[in-house]
């Protein structure tokens, strides 16, 4: 198409948005277009798939190999997916999978963003809002994450109980659209009992000790002193990590039943008399994935049970 074509195209295009949104509130308009953009890139998905999938994963740091065992699966670059966010950190491979586990059809995010990658809450949120589009109803969100109780040593699983949002931004702010959610969504019990359950159940039937902590989310990309880590213990922090809630927030708004599950993947700092690194990050998860496999395995056809 020639410059002046799409300039002409352009306006057209502005001229219908303005008379579409004639006479509504600012906020309204605002809120549309998350709406709009979620839609547009949940119909984009169904383009690529016949499965229909009512459980998302996303896969933190080095967790995703998993993804690349689904039978049916189709990959879907997010570069292709009209508005997702990109994945710019080492071990997020970026691609959607959508295929079948134990022949439960799921949706997997390999590779997530973060806020220090730049992206605001709303934007780390925006695949789960795509997931609602999708008619996703429940959603497990692994990470890797920094061990702060004694016992939450390197290569452990552990079920997130409750989290604490140190990240001081909320997806959430700003003007509430009422199709994804109430504007005071209740936390009081963010991570589902049930699935928790599930999880610990699951674990042990497969000799997994699963124990459960509380998640403190912190922007990062620094690694906490040792002095933030004795203050994280002090507020009731287990583990700490520099993901998950935003989507865990946006997930709730829109009433989707989640699961936490975080690999401790080192001591938070100032614990063992060694420095962190992404390395050790990665050394970690590669270690534990066949354990984080088999443990994904049994829980997700007890999940979709339950949302049945
Ligand atoms: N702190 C924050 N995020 C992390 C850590 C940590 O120690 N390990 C893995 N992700």
């Known amino acids: 198409m020639s410059a002046r074509k799409k300039r002409a195209a352009g306006a057209r295009k502005a001229r ?63 570069a292709k997916i009209p508005y997702f966010p990109q994945s710019t950190a080492l071990g997020h491979a970026g691609r959607l999978v959508i295929g079948k586990v134990e022949n439960v059809a799921v949706a997997a995010m390999q590779g997530r963003v973060h806020l220090y990658e730049g992206y ?19 959603l497990i969100l692994t990470n890797a994450a920094g061990g702060i109780k004694s016992d939450f040593v390197e290569g452990r699983l552990v079920v997130i109980k409750d989290h604490v949002n140190l990240q001081g931004v ?21 991570y589902d009992k049930e699935f928790r359950e599930q999880t610990v159940r699951e674990g042990n039937r497969l000799g997994i000790e699963m124990p ?55 001591a938070a700092a100032g614990i063992l008399d060694k420095p962190l690194s992404h390395i050790e990050v990665f050394k970690t998860t590669e270690r534990v994935k066949g354990q984080f496999i088999a443990l994904l395995r049994a829980i997700i056809p007890r999940i979709a049970e339950s949302i049945a």
């Open 16 to 78: 219908r948005e303005s008379e579409k949104n004639s006479g509504r509130s600012k906020e309204a308009v605002l809120s549309d277009g998350e709406f709009n953009r979620a839609e547009t890139a949940a119909k984009y998905i169904f383009s690529k798939t016949s499965l229909r999938p009512r459980i998302a994963i996303v896969f933190g740091s080095g967790l995703g190999a998993f993804a690349d065992e689904f039978s049916h699966a189709t990959k879907i670059p997010y």
């Open 120 to 138: 605001s809450a709303k934007e780390v949120a925006f695949p789960v809002r795509v997931f609602t589009r999708m008619g996703v109803k429940a």
């Open 170 to 190: 909320n997806p959430l702010s700003g003007p509430d659209d009422e199709r994804f959610g109430l504007r005071f969504p209740d936390m009081s019990v963010a």
């Open 212 to 266: 459960e902590g509380v998640y403190a989310a912190l922007t990062g990309p620094s690694y906490e002193t040792p002095a933030e880590i004795r203050y994280l213990r002090t507020i009731g922090a287990d583990l700490v990590g520099m993901s998950t809630v935003p989507e865990v927030l946006a997930a709730r708004h829109s009433a989707l039943r989640v699961l936490g599950i975080s690999c401790v993947t080192n």
